[in-house]
């Protein structure tokens, strides 16, 4: 029987690649170059399933030409890169990996929290510039985490794994927005509140973290009204999706000292962050490293190859999104 052709966007986990290639008929991305639309749009009719990830795009027009393509089985779990109406339209299932980034991400977000809060990066430029004095008392003070009120909007698999990290690890209050209802018990697991709207949530948090999906629907879901609920001293942490918030009404809040700080490790047009936020010193930049862990990376790649292993063995993939 012929396997089916698949297309590997870009380079992935050599464990991962080397047992897809036992599996099917597998096209790699050696030069690890993202992928035009033109060429993912031609792909659709060469290969039974692409991979793509965060740095293809697949709007409307991808879908228009003759294809092929069953199955979009994505490595990553945020999939607002794929416009999945029009894959539903024309017959293509899209699957995505949840639940094994949950972990990473999360020691992201903290990292993120801490470092901006204890002021971590502006304290190892000052030294490797030379420009470090000495201990003082008064020396680059930060503020405390331990103790502190975080506020989460969203709460799926990774705002579950930031509200435990920072329930146990550093008894914070946890305060929750989310789409819709959470469960008591969930709740209960964290002591967390959940608040019925962002308006509710900000001004009473010193810290915020972001872990609702991306998209047309959260575009600019921190616009600059909401900053301006924040605490002046409050900091916000985005490990979710670069849209989710107005790059520009941020630099702004950071600007003017409206907020204490922010960690971000996604960005609205990546790789091209803003000249105006390089330049903020109580910022912490991040190259997308939420799930960038070897562990995590293969299991993500695995995770695609169970799902395209049911898809093609006729089942229902475990991760269908679309
Ligand atoms: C995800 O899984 O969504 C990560 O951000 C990588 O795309």
Redesign the pocket.
């Known amino acids: 029987m012929m396997k089916p052709r698949v297309l590997v966007t870009r380079r992935w986990p050599d464990a991962v690649e080397r047992e897809m290639a036992k599996v099917f008929d597998i096209d790699l991305n050696p030069s690890d170059i993202p992928l035009s639309e033109a060429t993912l749009r031609d792909a659709m009719g060469q290969y039974d399933a692409i991979l793509p ?2 740095t293809d795009r697949l709007p409307a027009a991808v879908f228009q030409g003759p294809a092929r393509t069953r199955i979009l089985a994505n ?4 999939f607002a890169h794929i416009d999945t109406e029009a894959a539903k339209a024309s017959g293509i299932a899209v699957t995505n ?1 949840p639940d094994v ?1 949950s972990d990473c ?1 999360a020691d992201i977000a903290m990292t993120l929290m801490l470092m901006v809060a204890r002021r971590a990066g502006e304290g190892e430029r000052e030294l490797r510039n030379g420009r470090w004095t000495g201990w003082r008392p008064t020396h680059m003070i930060g503020t405390k985490v331990s103790g502190a009120t975080l506020g989460l909007i969203g709460f799926g698999r990774i705002g579950q794994a930031m509200a435990k990290r920072a329930h146990f690890g550093f008894g914070m209050k946890i305060l929750v927005q989310n789409r819709s209802a959470v469960p008591a018990e969930v709740l209960a697991r964290y002591n967390a509140v959940q608040v019925p709207t962002i308006e509710d949530l900000l001004p009473q948090c010193d810290f915020v973290s972001l872990h609702c999906p991306g998209g047309a629907a959260n575009r600019h879901l921190i616009n600059g009204p909401r900053l301006d609920l924040m605490r002046r001293g409050a900091f916000l942490i985005n490990t979710a999706r670069g849209e989710v918030v107005d790059e520009h009404a941020l630099a702004q809040a950071l600007w003017f000292g409206a907020i204490g700080g922010a960690g971000l490790d ?1 960005y609205d047009r990546e790789p091209a962050i803003p000249r105006e936020l390089l330049g903020a010193d109580n910022l912490v930049l991040l190259p ?1 490293l ?2 960038a862990t070897i562990e995590t990376r293969e299991a ?1 790649g695995f995770r695609v190859l169970d799902n395209l292993t049911d898809f093609f063995a006729g089942k229902q993939p475990r991760d269908l999104v679309a």
Request: charged content about 0%.
């Open positions: 990830t965060v490595y990553g779990v945020g990996t980034l991400t996604v997308h939420g799930s993500m």
